[in-house]
């Protein structure tokens, strides 16, 4: 059974950074996908990022909500057991609770298997 850990939210100001980690216990990310999605309080839970798992390739490949194209960034450790969301230029809109998510196939849908208890974040204007 894989437990996800997230960490690194809290507050920080518009146009600031924050870098999420995702730890897995009793497992690694070798061999999952990981994602991570974000909800706001009466709405459905968002998809943020993913990263594939490539097996015996080196590269993983990565998919972003259009919304944080080019200002997350969505990477994992060499040892596999960690995933990072890395969030640049901040906006108050992101505000949400993130979630890290770990399964067999990177989608865009909430379908992973696995999930963390999520970490607050909170962009002040």
């Known amino acids: 059974q894989v437990q996800l850990i997230e960490s690194g939210g809290g507050l920080v100001q518009a146009g600031g950074s924050l870098r999420l980690s995702c730890a897995a216990s009793g497992g690694t990310f070798s061999n999952y996908a990981g994602g991570w999605f974000r909800q706001t309080p009466g709405k459905r839970r968002e998809f943020v990022a993913s990263?594939?798992?490539?097996?015996?390739?080196?590269?993983?490949?990565?998919n972003y909500a259009d919304s944080v194209k080019g200002r997350f960034t969505i990477s994992r450790d060499n040892a596999k057991t960690t995933v990072y969301l890395e969030m640049n230029s901040l906006k108050p809109e992101v505000t949400a609770v993130y979630y890290c998510a770990a399964g067999f196939i990177a989608t865009t849908r909430p379908d992973y298997a696995y999930w963390g208890q999520g970490t607050q974040v909170t962009v002040s204007s």
């Open positions: 990263i594939n798992w490539s097996g015996d390739r080196s590269d993983d490949s990565t």
